[in-house]
Structure formats: C-alpha cells, structure tokens
C-alpha cells in the first residue's frame, strides 16, 4: 500500500490560496482516477479537484470553509497503484508568546458567549474560520470587523491584522467617566445615526439568501459605478454583408473546422481590431497613473446556469484569426456553462464585450469591469426598413442591423476617443466582403 497526498493544484499565476467549500467524498469512501474528491472556490470562480491515483480516502486535512493554500496538502489517499509513496509533515512555526496565547483561547471559544461573526459581510467582504473565532472570542463585533484594515489578497483580513487589531484594542488607555462626560447641549445637537428601515416581509413573499458569487458580482457592480464616472455612446451597425456571409460559409466552416460559427467570434475578432487602432482604450487607472496594457485581452461575458454572469478572457485577442477565435469563443462559452473554467481564464483582462441581444434587448448601459475603463454591448440584430443610397437616387430597403452601446470610464476617456471608438468598429464590419474565405 502506498499513500498518496492530494494537493490543492496551482490555478493561475495570479491565485494563492483557495476555500474548501464541500467534500465530495468521506473518509474511507473509494475514490477512481480523475474522480473528483473536493469541491473549491476562488474569489472568482467555483471548481472541482480531482484524483490523480484510485484507492481510498483515509483522511481528510482540512474542513469545510477552510482556506487552503496553492500546494498544501488537503487529503491522503491510500493506493495499491505503484506511485511514489509521500508522508505528510507539518511544519511547526514558532509564533510569539501572545499569538500562542489567542489560539489557545480561540479552542475554548465555544464556552465564550460573543456575537455571531458572519463568513461574508453584508459588503461582500469574505472572513475565515480562524479570522472568525478569534474576532468571536475577543467580542469584535461585525462593524470592527469591517473597520479592520485587512493586508491579504484584494484586502482580506488575515490573522495577523485581527491580532494587531486585539493588541491595539487592548493597550489603548481606559477613559474615566469624567473625561467621556458630554455636555447636555451637545448630546442634544449631535445628529442621531438613522436607524436601517427593516423591509417589510408578508406570509406570502420569500426569502433567498444570495449565493457567494451573486454577493461578489452585486458588491463588484457597486464598487465599479462608485469609482469610475460612466458615460455611453450609441451607434448602429449594418451587418448585412456579415448575415450574408455567415449564412453563406457557416456549413462549410462547421465542415472543415468542428466547430459552429456564431456572430460572436466574428463581431470580438472586429472589437481587437479596433482596440489596436485605439491603444488608450486598453488602458487601466492605479490612482493618478495610466497604465497602458500591451496585451489585448477581450473579457466575454457569459450566462451561467444560476443566472449569474461570469467573464472568460481570450487572451491576446488581436493575434488570432477568424478560426482561432471562434475556437476559443466557444471552448470558453461551453465550458463556463457547465462551470469547468479555470481561475487564470477570468483574470487579466483589458476590455469587455456583453452581448445583451442574446436575451433580445435591442441596447444596454452595461457596467464597465474594473480595473478596465470601457466596455461593449452588442444588441440584438434585427431587420429594419432602411434608406439605401445608390447613384440613381435614394430608396427604402431591408437591412439587417444592430445596436451597439459603448460605456466607459469619462476620467480618462473622453467623447472624442469613446465615439471614434464604436465608429472605426463600424466601418469595419460594414465593410465585411461577402466574397472573403475563411
């Protein structure tokens, strides 16, 4: 028999850690190759790891809601398979006096009566076990808790800060009752704290608790609108040529290729295009600097089962030709449905596109995705009456056309740059030859 250690796998450059959020299996369940032992989430997208090896579960190393990081070991896996036999070690850190003292108080937690200390905040800002008990046996309450300064990943209180926070809390001199004595007059004008408005619940309404990713996207939302100033162009596109052509070679595309030509990757591959003609539009905000992105990576939004939105990334959008888009577009798309994406395929990007006419809405405002300064919608395509202009005179005809709608940040873009923008991607795709291969 040989013992094999299941180690949370590497996902991204950019991810360090992970939280348990379900075990799939139990201590001594049998476990097959490549069958999923563990279910795990990032600050941006949920997935499984699977087993390398078969055999049996023989312990589990960490609990549900645990934060692991990038390369620990979660579980061991006994085997009759011939792999290398590993041996879990710990690794015993020498901490200070006084942190050894809270972690011993923290396993008598559940004899300290304190107040309930919530895993996500009502701002979406996300705690861990340890984090909790400690806040919970030092009677922190949530609102010191938001206050807290957190230096871990995106701001993320970690063990460190909440203890500096108890120590400060602690050797901060006491006030006598003389020096908190306030005046009557100015109790009297000191403005009260309006109380939050309870909202009303009757017998026949129901309560839904929102899921962690819909409190990560409505705190994102919130936190984009606050920071950069939204601004939006319109203009409309005839894509005439393009529903011609694509209805013209999309069998012999799926023939040749194995895969189904949409609009999308043909409107992105004319999106990176624009963007390379455009640079300052690829651009982020780190306080008052501009960072200008070399890279084109195009965020596509995509629908998930739940009715959540997620946002793959194609990276390096300009390098890739009509093929190599649709391939990507669709391996990303399929995959997000199904949530097999992986975190490094969500991060990075430089520039969104939404495509709102997927659910029939002719436009949208969307919400630019931070840290990026713009982002697209495409809207629904339609047959309108048009005025065709020809040399003999001008008449009314059917063309197929579509609404796009361009949001971005007005601190660093201006009118000028955000309509030059949706009107260069104009000229491009009103441009498409119907007579062009693939």
């Known amino acids: ?14 991810v360090a850690e992970a939280t348990i959020t379900s075990w799939l299996k139990e201590v001594g369940d049998t476990i097959e190759m490549d069958e999923a032992v563990v279910e795990i989430a990032t600050d941006k997208v949920d997935s499984e790891v699977p087993s390398e090896v078969s055999g049996t579960l023989i312990e589990i190393l960490f609990e549900k809601d645990a934060i692991v990081q990038v390369g620990e070991t979660i579980a061991i896996i006994e085997t009759s398979a011939d792999v290398n036999p590993t041996t879990v070690a710990k690794t015993v850190v020498e901490e200070p006096k006084e942190v050894q003292e809270v972690e011993k108080t923290i396993e008598k937690a559940a004899e300290i009566v304190a107040t309930p200390i919530l895993k996500t905040s009502d701002s979406g800002k996300f705690y861990s076990p340890l984090v909790r008990n400690i806040a919970q046996t030092e009677c922190i309450s949530m609102e010191d808790l938001e206050n807290i300064e957190g230096s871990g990943k995106e701001g993320r209180v970690t063990k460190e800060d909440i203890l500096q926070f108890v120590a400060n809390k602690k050797s901060a001199p006491k006030t006598t009752n003389k020096e908190v004595e306030t005046p009557k007059k100015v109790v009297e004008s000191t403005p009260k704290e309006q109380p939050k408005v309870p909202v009303s619940v009757n017998g026949g309404d129901e309560i839904i608790e929102m899921s962690r990713m819909g409190k990560l996207i409505a705190k994102h ?12 162009s319109f203009i409309e596109i005839d894509v005439t040529n393009i529903v011609k052509w694509r209805d013209k070679v999309k069998d012999a595309f799926f023939k040749r290729e194995g895969e189904k030509l949409t609009f999308t990757p043909i409107l992105m591959q004319a999106v990176a295009s624009t963007i390379k003609k455009y640079p300052m539009i690829n651009i982020t905000v780190d306080g008052d600097k501009i960072i200008k992105r070399k890279n084109i990576n195009l965020g596509m939004a995509a629908a998930l089962p739940d009715g959540n939105l997620i946002v793959p990334v194609i990276k390096n959008a300009d390098q890739l030709n009509l093929v190599g888009m649709t391939k990507q577009v669709n391996d990303l798309a399929n995959r997000a449905r199904i949530n097999q994406l992986k975190p490094d395929e969500i991060q990075n990007g430089t520039y969104t596109v939404t495509n709102v006419g997927s659910f029939g809405s002719v436009m949208g405002t969307p919400i630019i995705n931070q840290p990026q300064v713009a982002i697209l919608a495409l809207g629904a395509i339609r047959k309108v009456p048009a005025v065709i202009e020809t040399t003999e005179g001008d008449f009314i005809g059917i063309r197929q056309k579509m609404f796009v709608s361009h949001s971005y940040d007005h601190r660093v873009v201006n009118g000028a740059l955000g309509g030059m923008f949706i009107s260069t991607l104009k000229d491009i795709l009103e441009s498409w030859d119907l007579n062009q291969d693939f």
């Open 1 to 14: 028999m040989a013992r094999f250690e299941v180690k949370l796998p590497k996902m991204g450059e950019s």
């Open 221 to 232: 939302m919130v936190d984009s609108v606050q920071t950069s100033a939204h601004v939006q």
